[in-house]
Nanobody
């Protein structure tokens, strides 16, 4: 198990940027594939981005491609989500997720495949 804590959310104007961080506990962070999901009011949780253990493989939802970037720093046990050109429709609670895997280059894009979740952090984009 790994404990996840998100930070970096808040209120930003449309067109602005935010960087979310997700700090993980434990000494085996490098053994986890990581992902970001979001849930807007009245909507189901949806995939945003994922990164493999190695950091060499990433995946993005079509709605954020070219605007968001996921990265990881295993020395700091942290995964990041850089969000640029934010839109009002990006407003949601953003969740970090982690899944232990033996495969270094697999990305996990389905919420059903994650067993470790953070508490979530609010991102609000004003138009």
């Amino acid at each position: 198990q790994v404990q996840l804590v998100e930070s970096g959310g808040g209120l930003v104007q449309a067109g602005g940027s935010l960087r979310l961080s997700c700090a993980a506990s434990g000494r085996t962070f490098s053994s986890y594939a990581m992902g970001w999901f979001r849930q807007a009011p009245g909507k189901e949780r949806e995939f945003v981005a994922a990164i493999s253990r190695s950091g060499d493989a990433t995946d993005y939802a079509d709605s954020v491609k070219g605007r968001f970037a996921i990265s990881r720093d295993d020395a700091k046990n942290t995964v990041y989500l850089q969000m640029n050109s934010l839109k009002a429709e990006d407003t949601a609670v953003y969740y970090c997720a982690a899944e232990y895997t033996l495969r270094r280059d697999v990305v996990v894009a389905s919420s059903n495949d994650y067993t470790n979740w953070g508490q979530g952090i609010q991102v609000t984009v004003s138009s």
